[in-house]
């Protein structure tokens, strides 16, 4: 019988690392171990052996006989939940390196693009990059810049007024949203002392129709210096910094006389192409004392200088875009060229 246990631990050894699935281990267990496995099989023949002694010293190689083949089995059973497990995860794997290739990704929109190259630009120049709300008051957004109610330049403003109902007087709360950068003017001037150099790029709201040129949502980005003895040739001077650093060497700018309600004297700037053509950009001019005064900055000790200008022109005119909404329609075939 001894050899029978020493045949059937070595049967069961060589069947439990041929085992290649934990079906086939959990088979082979219950072949072995199992009542009618073969080492079950042989713990019944016990009771047949007559001599006390013989059989209680059989009976010892056989339970050793299960202690060492449920190891082996323990044993392999682990290995073989480890390679499974490792098939499954190489099987549920996902190739991703698609997404990783340059020509499907993305990129940020024309208008985040030129935002942050006028950023840059303007951080290059010593300026600092300031912030005002969406939702504005219409002290700051008119009455601050110089434009009381009455005033004529208020009706050039589309203003799309909040919880205002153009029918009934009730329900004006005095808010809107920001027809343009400049209330961040006042803001900055109110919220800190000379000097002050700051550019503002943000989000504006006119009630326009969307054209080819207009689009009821866009961006500006404004500029306001206040420091001792400021003067104009300080703003042509930035300007043409500003050209020369954002659009390249072969480019100018110039001003011309125009009307702000928010400075004195007010001009429109343009730029030069290399061809020689001109370009309409935007507004500038000297801080009118008003605005200085609602800002709470005296007039008789500092003097400023201030401008404004479309971001999304820009990224139009750097990519020859002809229609403006193709920028905010999302279709792919159009992102895809820039
Ligand atoms: N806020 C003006 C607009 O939206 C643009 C502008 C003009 C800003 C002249 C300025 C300025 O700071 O000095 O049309």
Redesign the pocket.
């Known amino acids: 019988m001894t050899n029978d246990i020493a045949a059937a631990i070595e049967t069961a050894l060589q069947r439990v690392s041929d085992a290649a699935s934990l079906d086939e281990i959990d088979a082979v267990s219950g072949e072995t171990l199992g009542k009618k496995g073969v080492l079950g099989g042989l713990k019944a023949s016990l009771a047949k052996i007559a001599d006390i002694e013989e059989r209680k010293a059989v009976g010892r190689s056989l339970n050793e006989a299960f202690a060492s083949v449920s190891a082996a089995i323990d044993e392999r059973r682990q290995e073989l939940i480890a390679i499974e497990r490792a098939a499954q995860v190489a099987g549920e794997r996902l190739d991703l390196t698609e997404a990783m290739d340059a020509a499907s990704r993305g990129h940020l929109h024309l208008v985040t693009q030129a935002w942050q190259e006028l950023e840059d630009v303007f951080v290059g120049l010593g300026f600092t990059v300031a912030e005002g709300p969406e939702v504005e008051t219409d002290w700051h957004n008119f009455e601050a810049l110089n434009m009381s109610e009455g005033h004529p330049a208020r009706g050039e403003?589309d203003t799309l007024f909040i919880g205002h109902d153009e029918h009934e007087d009730a329900g004006d709360s005095g808010l809107l949203l920001r027809?343009?950068?400049?209330p961040v003017?006042i803001r900055t001037m109110l919220a800190s002392e000379p000097p002050i150099y700051i550019v503002a790029p943000g989000r504006?709201f006119r009630r326009d129709t969307p054209d080819a040129t207009h689009m009821p949502v866009f961006h500006?980005i404004?500029?306001?210096v206040v420091d001792r003895d400021i003067s104009m040739a300080d703003l042509a001077g930035t300007i043409e910094a500003f050209t020369q650093a954002f659009f390249g060497k072969g480019f100018t700018s110039r001003l011309r006389p125009s009307y702000?309600p928010?400075?004195e004297p007010?001009a429109e700037f343009d730029i030069r192409r290399p061809d020689g053509s001109w370009l309409e950009l935007?507004?500038?001019?000297m801080?009118h004392p008003e605005v200085l005064r609602a800002g709470g900055v005296d007039p008789e000790e500092w003097s400023g200088?201030?401008?404004?200008?479309g971001i999304d022109r820009m990224a139009v005119m750097r990519h020859g875009i002809t229609d403006i909404r193709d920028m905010y329609v999302n279709d792919i075939r159009f992102i895809e060229q820039f």
């Open positions: 403003f027809t343009h950068t400049s003017q504006v500006q404004e500029g306001l702000f928010f400075t007010s935007g507004g500038c001019g801080v200088f201030a401008f404004g200008f």
